[in-house]
């Protein structure tokens, strides 16, 4: 059924077990009615033999009275035959005409002392027999044997219209069940066919502030479609994270090129001078750090976490080497999995940030220590720090808070950020301070720490 509608697929899931169950009902009823008709009728055959085998003991006379024999019982037309001890008949039913009843093992058995059933034909027409033996007490039946049959044809018909109402009954549940089914399947899938028109609609507009129309409907369809206008919201977001990066990217890129472009005019006019080339490598370095940067962020957001062992605090005292005003407090040796490069420049980052923001010639201090399972990074400096409320902005593409004009390209403690949570880690800010954690390791779980 590849292709079929689920509305298809649930009326002929419900049509095939309502089937099923009414064929499972109508073979166990028709079991249980069969067997409780043929349990009749042999009781019935029983309860006349013996009354017959009874009549033979205490007054055989009456076995050769007319209708003696031709009494029902049980609503069921029983024939009779009384036999002596040689065979000869006795008695019988005046019902059977020119008619014989058959001779069968049930009789042998009989003649043995023993009751039994048989199934035999009469005239075209199958009939059940009961033999009985008749006390030897005296009478012309003593000694002999009771025959007593009765025709199978009322169980028979009986069986048939059974079946036949079973049948019925089968496709009319079929066909009642076929029609609910679809009828409830496809009102249930109407809210989902609601949704994938409001989702064809979206798609066709290409409108990021539609949303999906929740359906009254199951409270699981309804919660489909929260659960999808949360993902357009999370898209729509993105979408507007793009657009403002590309806005910013476009504005951070435009004055060093507007500069360049100017720089480059002037040197064409005027001719080269120390200072147009030092302000054309000054625009260069400018643009060049920019589009590092931009690339820096843009690969820590699709990078894979990395599974390399390192110590964190060698990365931590090179970054701290050779810088005059950086003090470097390593508790102990740390080992996190990471990438060395990347972590290597968050450190730069933050320290560069830090000597950029504090005082001239104020001291930088950079510390390493354990905080629970996790390596614990800070870096503070001497200045003012964060204006309340910033703290959580400063991590913001292309943020400068106040500072419009400062230098840097208002990337870094994005990349930092960007960085701690590609390594499973997170970054904060709290006054002149800037923090990030990464999860460590076991050394001897990931052998040599590297660099």
């Given at each position: 059924m590849r292709g079929r509608s689920l509305s298809f697929r649930l009326t002929v899931?419900?049509?095939?077990?309502?089937?099923?169950?009414?064929?499972?009902?109508?073979i166990a009823a028709r079991i249980v009615v069969t067997d409780?008709?043929?349990?009749?009728?042999?009781?019935?055959?029983?309860r006349r033999a013996t009354d017959v085998a009874r009549l033979a003991v205490s007054a055989p006379a009456l076995l050769r009275a007319p209708g003696a024999l031709e009494s029902p019982l049980s609503g069921h037309q029983l024939s009779v035959e009384v036999l002596d001890r040689s065979g000869a008949i006795v008695a019988r039913s005046l019902s059977l005409g020119a008619k014989l009843l058959p001779r069968t093992d049930a009789t042998a058995a009989a003649r043995r002392g023993r009751t039994g059933f048989a199934d035999a034909e009469l005239g075209g027409e199958s009939i059940r027999i009961f033999a009985a033996p008749i006390a030897n007490a005296g009478g012309p039946a003593s000694g002999g044997v009771v025959l007593v049959a009765a025709?199978?044809?009322?169980?028979?018909?009986?069986?048939?219209?059974?079946?036949?109402?079973?049948?019925?009954?089968g496709l009319g549940a079929a066909v009642v069940g076929g029609g609910l089914a679809a009828f409830l399947t496809r009102r249930g899938t109407g809210s989902l066919r609601e949704l994938s028109s409001s989702a064809t609609t979206i798609a066709r507009t290409e409108d990021p502030a539609r949303r999906l129309a929740r359906p009254a409907g199951p409270?699981?369809?309804?919660?489909?479609?929260?659960?999808?206008?949360?993902?357009?919201?999370?898209?729509a977001a993105s979408r507007e994270r793009e657009r403002r990066f590309l806005a910013d990217a476009s504005h951070e890129l435009r004055t060093p090129l507007t500069s360049l472009r100017g720089n480059v005019e002037y040197v064409a006019r005027h001719g080269a001078d120390p200072e147009a080339i030092a302000d054309l490598e000054s625009d260069a370095a400018r643009l060049g750090r920019l589009v590092e940067d931009l690339l820096a962020l843009e690969r820590e957001s699709?990078?894979?976490?990395?599974r390399r062992p390192l110590h964190l605090d060698e990365l931590v005292r090179d970054a701290a080497?050779?810088?005059e005003h950086v003090v470097a407090a390593v508790d102990e040796q740390l080992t996190v999995s990471g990438e060395p490069d990347a972590i290597a420049r968050a450190l730069d980052n933050l320290l560069e940030n830090a000597e950029r923001h504090g005082p001239a010639g104020g001291e930088v201090r950079i510390r390493l220590r354990r905080a629970g399972d996790d390596a614990e990074v800070s870096v503070t400096d001497e200045?003012?720090?964060?204006?309340?409320?910033?703290?959580?902005?400063?991590?913001?593409?292309?943020?400068?808070?106040?500072?419009?004009?400062?230098?840097?390209?208002?990337?870094?403690?994005?990349?930092?950020?960007?960085?701690?949570?590609?390594?499973?880690?997170?970054?904060?800010?709290a006054g002149s301070t800037v923090s990030f954690s990464l999860p460590m390791i076991d050394p001897a779980a990931g052998g040599e720490g590297e660099r």
């Open positions: 899931a419900s049509v095939a077990a309502v089937a099923l169950a009414v064929l499972v009902f109508g409780r008709l043929h349990s009749s009728l042999d009781e019935s055959l029983r025709s199978n044809t009322d169980i028979e018909g009986t069986e048939h219209k059974l079946g036949l109402l079973l049948v019925l009954c409270a699981e369809v309804a919660e489909l479609a929260a659960t999808l206008n949360g993902m357009l919201d999370s898209l699709a990078a894979e976490h990395p080497a050779g810088r200045g003012p720090g964060f204006a309340p409320g910033t703290e959580e902005a400063a991590f913001g593409r292309f943020w400068r808070g106040e500072h419009v004009g400062a230098p840097g390209s208002g990337l870094g403690l994005a990349i930092v950020r960007a960085t701690a949570e590609r390594h499973g880690g997170r970054a904060w800010a």
